[in-house]
């Protein structure tokens, strides 16, 4: 009765599985054609690499594993696995076999379910869901595991009825009763018409800034008409521009006309104005998001502070690190045309995290008090919308317009604000700041508390990602009250912004404006699944190489650097998002190694097929070699900038030459920073990886061990 009972619920789970499985393909029609696609692509990947893996001295992403645990870890995990894989194999013969009814039974359900698949071919066990869903699934004994991946993708049918997701859109437009033979007909009943005969408006988008209008699809602001028409501006006020909608729901950019010419022109009325300049840099890409042209749009005189951002990206390499940082800034300011601006204040923040944003909003208010309005610029993609939601809903914000003004689009593509974005001041009066001091020394103290219990929690742990700076953002002031001669006035909430009305008349404001695109930056080359393969996203772990002269290294397949002339091996350390491979190989076999691998796997980036690779720049070299001079075996020497792509620090023997030449798309943000911006970070390294010329990924420090 056990031998039949076991029998049974072996077969009931295979039939369980083999249904699903069905259920799956049916459900998703030619996805199997697609897979098969993929698989032939997988095996002339694999078929390429046998050919080349002689020439290949290392990747990081074959080898990752080596890297983690360091050769002898991972030659025990290696013999483990294949003991445990032995037993299985054992206990599954040590079972009794199955009756000859039931064997027929089994196989005959298998050959039904397989019988599409040539006959030597493996029963392919990953499926293409549409638009790029991709799913893994695997077949196992007991149940069928179905794992997303981590990219973020969507429902195309979704998107058709995009427009339902705004209050005043009639749904009764998409029914689905009618036939719409023709395309254009289609096209208008999922995303609308434009009317260029309509009026554009006075009312900015909350997200972008541009004024709201139904013209064109290619200019900044567009609504279709069945969004646009009939709406007063009070219910403008509310509703955001068609690319923003499309950013914040589906992360995809529409295209639009904007000429970078047009973004200086509009910051020109700030050289007439009383203001101060807070000018944001991007820490993992300076000086390439240095906006030096500043200096002539609002002249030397104007007061600027530096706002810093990613700092919770950056590793502590040891005690003092933030102020090396700073140091490391201000030398590579002095290099450029800011050298003449009139710096009050450096800020290092974290616009994600919020760490440093206090600090910089109780430099503001005593550096400026009220004096005149405040304006947020700089190069694209370094956070600007993000620090403008965050000072939002901080003190800085006047209290009653905290609810009412919507906060400005973030996404990783470059360029997503493209007008002014604003909201009032907070003014600065004695008794407000007496309160926010009372208010910021308990959150010190609490902090200081939570530090303490992070430490013991951490303690004689190896934490493999430290935690990041972190900071807190809180409101002093939360009432709608207006302070006047010792009367607190209570105050209706107000609903929509008008500069007229009494409370904000007499305001100034706080103006969030287009990113600057900068010419070294290799951003706008890239598309969306390039974009978040490439910026990182989490505290970065530098990676560290031993190399000899003659030996070549790439950063996924958007950046190259040569070891053209040392007399001794040097060691370099590599900054950039762990999503970007790191290969080494030789010099004069690197050409014809990126010629074969560019677009695959190897290099992760650039992605997307052979029509992707077809449009690709290519890598071209800076035509003057870089030259270092060694501080030791425990000193980063300087830095090799990669644009956006991040950095190499450079480790020699003392006062020994090392000259290398460095790659990137269409050579661009190739610069030599000296001092180098964690001098200390090859003591980050762990041990070297038998064989090979990699380090082990060391522990980093976390914040609490530093200070």
Known sequence: MIYSLRNILRLHRKRNAFSRLNHFRASSGDENSHDNSNRDKKKQFETLFQQYKDKIVFNSYLEHDKIDLGHYKYHIKTITH????????YEEKKLPPLPVALQYYVDKDRLLDVETVEDNEESPKTFQLPFSRTTDVKICEDEITISKQSEEEFDRSNINKWMTNYEHFDDAMLSEDENYDDLDTQWSKYYGTADPMEPISHVNCGGCGALLHCNDPAIPGYLPSELFKGRKNEELKKMECQRCHFLAEYNIALDVTVHPEEYEKLLQSI?????????????LDFPCSFWSGIVDIIGPDRPIIIVANKVDLLPG?????????KESLMSEIKKTRLREANIKYIALI????GYGVEDLISAMFKLWLYKGDVFLVGCTNVGKSSLFNVLLQSDYCKVHAVDIVKRATVSRWPGTTLNLLKFPINRPSGWKIRERSVRLQSDARLLKTEKEIRREQLSGKNVSEAPALIGHIGRTFNEYQVFSDNIAEKRQPIEILDERHELFKKSKWFYDTPGVIHPDQVLSLLSTEE?????????IR??????HKGSTLFIGGLARVDLFDCTDPCRFTIFCSENLPITVVKTDEADEIYKNFVGTELFAVPTGGSERIK???????????IQYIGEGPKLCCGDIVLSSIGWVSVTAKIDTPCVVTAWTPEGRGIHKRYPSLLPYSINLKGKRVRDTPAYMLGNIFTDEELN
């Open 82 to 89: 294949a003991r445990k894989s032995e037993a299985k194999r």
């Open 271 to 283: 050289r007439h104005i009383k203001s101060l300049v807070l000018l944001m840099v991007d820490l």
């Open 317 to 325: 390499d040891s005690i003092g690190y933030l102020k090396r940082i």
């Open 350 to 353: 974290s616009a994600k995290t």
């Open 531 to 539: 974009l978040l393969l490439t910026i990182p996203k989490q505290l």
């Open 542 to 547: 530098p990676q560290t190489y031993y190399l």
């Open 615 to 625: 449009n690709w720049p290519g890598l071209q070299k800076k035509q003057d070699n």
